[in-house]
């Protein structure tokens, strides 16, 4: 696992996402069934598509260079770039 020790997920009431820039806290994210994310390989961070974690705890992502590769990703394993 990386260092994020000074990252703070996101919180499950957490809104106004929409297309803001996560960290991805985890070497390899997953859904809200541990089914591994469609994300490329070793990803560090990704564009929300949300605006708010949905009722099954996840967020739609992509690559920062690639809108059309979206992806479900559990909101904690998710933090949100400093402004």
Do not use: C
Not at 22 to 47: F, N, Q, R, S
């Amino acid at each position: 696992m990386t260092d994020n020790s000074h990252r703070t997920p996101l919180r499950l009431d957490q809104k106004g996402l929409r297309g803001k820039l996560a960290h991805v806290l985890v070497d390899e994210p997953t859904d809200e069934i541990d089914w591994p994310a469609d994300l490329p390989a070793g990803i560090k961070t990704v564009v929300i598509v949300d605006d708010e974690p949905n009722p099954h705890l996840t967020l739609r992502v992509h690559p920062p260079d690639d809108s059309t590769r979206v992806a479900l990703v559990v909101f904690d394993q998710l933090a949100l770039y400093e402004d």
